[in-house]
């Protein structure tokens, strides 16, 4: 059992950083896959980030890319998303997830994840 818990959330203005934290009890992180999704008022839970077993392969939804990086530390069991270049539409509750799986095609896929947190809010003004 691997329970996660959400941090860093916030109200930034357009173009403004967030560094969100993902602290795991229960169990090493080092045999899971980790992602970040989020769900905005009115839609589905949508991927976002992830980060493979190795610590070093990461996939992004391309909405993301060049703006967001995921990592994690082993050590202290806990898995970032640094958010820079915000903007409004990145406004969403974000979610913490963790799989076993270590086919990069499932990362995308919310249902392949086992554990989950609470979440963050992300609030965007423009």
């Known amino acids: 059992q691997v329970q996660l818990v959400e941090s860093g959330g916030g109200l930034v203005q357009a173009g403004g950083s967030l560094r969100l934290t993902c602290a795991a009890s229960?169990?090493?992180?080092?045999?899971?896959?980790m992602g970040w999704f989020r769900r905005a008022p009115g839609k589905e839970r949508d991927f976002v980030a992830a980060l493979a077993q190795d610590g070093v392969s990461t996939y992004y939804v391309n909405s993301v890319k060049g703006r967001f990086t995921i990592s994690k530390d082993n050590a202290k069991g806990t898995v970032y998303l640094q958010m820079n270049n915000l903007k409004p539409e990145d406004t969403a509750h974000y979610y913490c997830a963790a799989t076993h799986s270590y086919d990069s095609r499932t990362y995308v896929d919310s249902s392949w994840y086992i554990f989950w947190g609470q979440g963050t809010q992300v609030t965007v003004s423009s």
């Open positions: 229960g169990r090493t992180l080092n045999t899971y896959a």
